[in-house]
């Protein structure tokens, strides 16, 4: 006999796979090291490429903009799912349909939340890793005689 189908099941399965919000984002980006990439750091010595770090906060901007896209579209769906009829199978059916939509935005909710978080940091090390350059910089300027 053939197994009876259960949305409620099928979008359990979907989910369970779904993993964690940063298992999502190393998805798209793969486990690089992003800071690794954007600071050099070397046998006592590092070095700090403005450049590569714009290039690495771009990357998190385009996957925060994508993960927005996414919330409309899950939102959109969601509001689209209605039963055909109004017995019971099809409310229950549209029900698991609105569950799991309701799972997918939450999930969205946290990568949204985790790659909003990680892009404020990254700023806000730029800006200090900036700051302390600048700072370093100035007396060895006024020392020199010349500037940079």
């Known amino acids: 006999m053939a197994e009876e189908f259960s949305a409620e099941k099928g979008l359990d399965d979907v989910f369970a796979r779904a993993g964690s919000a940063l298992a999502d984002v190393q998805k798209v980006y793969g486990t690089q090291n992003w800071v690794q990439t954007a600071v050099d750091v070397t046998a006592g010595k590092w070095t700090f490429d403005a450049e590569q770090i714009d290039a690495v906060i ?24 209605t039963p055909p009829s109004g017995d019971d199978p099809s409310n229950k059916f ?14 969205n909710d946290s990568m949204v939340a985790y790659v909003d978080d990680f892009l404020g940091r990254l700023r806000e090390a730029k800006e200090k890793i900036g700051a ?3 700072n370093n910089a100035s007396p060895m300027q006024a020392a020199s005689g010349r500037p940079e």
């Open 58 to 81: 771009g990357q998190w901007e385009d996957l925060l903009e994508d993960l927005t896209n996414d919330r409309s579209a899950i939102d959109a769906i969601s509001m689209q799912a």
């Open 132 to 134: 302390t350059e600048n």
């Open 94 to 107: 549209v029900e698991g349909i609105r569950e799991g939509m309701r799972s997918l935005r939450e999930s």
